[in-house]
């Protein structure tokens, strides 16, 4: 496989990241690749949060992959920061090259970076095989992640 | 019982929020009620995040709980921001009290108001009387919660 990079995202790359969410037997329910202005929003209110960090993988000018990691201080744990990995996205034609393998590595090294104690994400209980994913990278499914949903 | 007050949190109550934190069968291993400096440390970074919460529950001017809220924009679900509740305690004096759902009621009526479209959490796997108190609230157990420490 040629080179891969790992980059903040840029608001062109909009379009290849909602189409990654929406490519997804969850995310196909709750996107709207049609309509790009909610992501776009979002987008910029990302941008300017300095807590917060959105990539992309490129491989051959394409987008494959993204992830999102947010930057959370807290009291507990002697004043521990943790971090948090949310929406985890492989293209599909790349499920298998070990690219999920080489974001969450990113993530590990840049939370490292920000001095973070603890790296934390929620992972569907549908998606069995991501769990496999996260025990082999070191993760223990230690926690039940609750949601309400407003 | 007598009113109770959900309020942010000032520097001087971080010595009755981390003995809180710490007793606890979970947090008695994790913190440091004797040496307050790294709290006061993180609880400066918290108070300088625009995005961050962090209250206490006072009654008759003793602080009984406590909860941090963190509100996070992000791409997916069309572009939703969420909120993530942390550290959520409430003093051994106080349990049954109700005090603990006031608490999640302030954290999902803040999430509200900042237009989040999901609240979430993750509770250990042992603490199975919060995992029905979290059920009794409306919230889902649909996640699986992964941990890796650094």
């Known amino acids: 496989m040629s080179d891969l990079e790992i980059r903040p995202a840029v608001l062109t790359d909009i379009?290849?990241?909602v189409a990654m969410l929406a490519d997804d037997p969850?995310?196909?329910?709750r996107e709207s690749p049609d309509d790009l202005s909610p992501?776009?929003?979002?987008f910029r209110r990302l941008t300017?949060?300095?807590n917060q960090r959105i990539v992309v993988a490129v491989r051959e000018e394409r987008v494959v992959g993204t992830l999102?990691?947010?930057v959370v201080p807290g009291l507990s744990r002697r004043g521990a920061t943790r971090s948090i990995i949310e929406g985890v996205r492989v293209h599909s034609d790349e499920r298998g090259?070990?690219?999920g393998t080489q974001l969450i590595q990113w993530a590990?090294?840049?939370s490292r970076r920000q001095s973070c104690r603890l790296v934390q994400l929620t992972s569907d209980t549908t998606r069995t095989d991501a769990h496999r994913f996260y025990e082999?990278?070191?993760?223990?499914?230690?926690?039940?992640?609750?949601?309400l949903t407003l």
């Open 39 to 42: 992501y776009e929003a979002a």
């Open 26 to 29: 969850l995310g196909a329910r």
């Open 68 to 70: 999102q990691l947010t």
């Open 136 to 147: 082999r990278l070191g993760f223990a499914a230690s926690h039940v992640g609750f949601k």
């Open 48 to 50: 300017d949060d300095p």
């Open 108 to 110: 590990v090294d840049e």
């Open 15 to 17: 379009p290849a990241v």
């Open 97 to 99: 090259s070990g690219l």
